[in-house]
């Protein structure tokens, strides 16, 4: 089967881009990491793509006159990349409505809640505030809004009665290591059909 070009988009540590970089290179899912771009130089996810041999960009917003202009610049290097699918992995801005339109239905976002339960940047914080006895994972195409696109994969995690913030956003990272590849592969392979809000699964998991 054909692989395809994946682009990353990453603000912070990059542990889920870590996840995809090696679920490709395991054979785990037709898909190949090509480039990461970062709104943060000392972003570690840029080190991830260094020792990988991936081209690294970090993109400095203050650089460019308006975020619709950043944007486009990260259009042009994705596009240089041949990129066919854009993987937000902990990135900490919201694309304009340029790159949605470019990217329609192929950029992808992984939210450490069950949305539309907790969205924005607190998601674990937020649902163990407000005392969920479960919280967990949810992978979504993009829109223009917060977290408020159609809904790809989700899983559950149980909130134990002595989580902290650490703990439970620890059980969801082992789901997001899961769920993130699982997401790319069925998009590889054509599985992903979006009507409206939801998005079918061809086939089975
Ligand atoms: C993940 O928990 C993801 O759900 C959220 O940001 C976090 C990024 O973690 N959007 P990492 O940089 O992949 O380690």
Do not use: C, W
């Not at 480039?35 to 943060?40: C, G």
């Not at 793509?49 to 950043?70: C, N, Q």
């Not at 949605?100 to 339960?117: D, E, F, G, K």
């Not at 649902?127 to 223009?144: I, P």
């Amino acid at each position: 089967m054909a692989r395809i070009n994946v682009g990353v988009l990453a603000s912070g540590s990059g542990t889920n881009l870590q996840a995809i970089i090696d679920a490709a290179k395991a054979g785990e899912i037709p898909a190949e990491v090509v480039v990461v771009i970062s709104n943060n130089k000392d972003a570690f996810a840029l080190e991830r793509a260094s020792k990988h041999k991936i081209p690294g960009y970090f993109v400095d917003l203050k650089a460019f006159p308006s975020r619709e202009d950043y944007d486009r610049h990260l259009i042009m290097l994705l596009k240089q990349h041949k990129v066919d699918l854009v993987i937000l992995a902990g990135y900490m801005f919201l694309v304009g409505a340029e790159f949605v339109q470019t990217y329609l239905n192929r950029v992808m976002n992984i939210h450490p809640a069950l949305l539309p339960s907790f969205p924005g940047t607190k998601g674990v914080a937020d649902a163990l505030d407000y005392g969920a006895k479960v919280s967990g994972v949810t992978v979504h195409f993009v829109d223009r809004g917060l977290d408020t696109g159609p809904i790809i994969l989700q899983e559950a995690v149980p909130v134990k009665d002595d989580d902290t913030e650490e703990s439970l956003h620890q059980r969801i990272h082992q789901v997001e290591y899961k769920l993130y590849p699982l997401a790319i592969k069925l998009f590889a392979e054509g599985k992903l059909r979006v009507e409206g809000r939801r998005v079918k699964i061809l086939g089975s998991l």
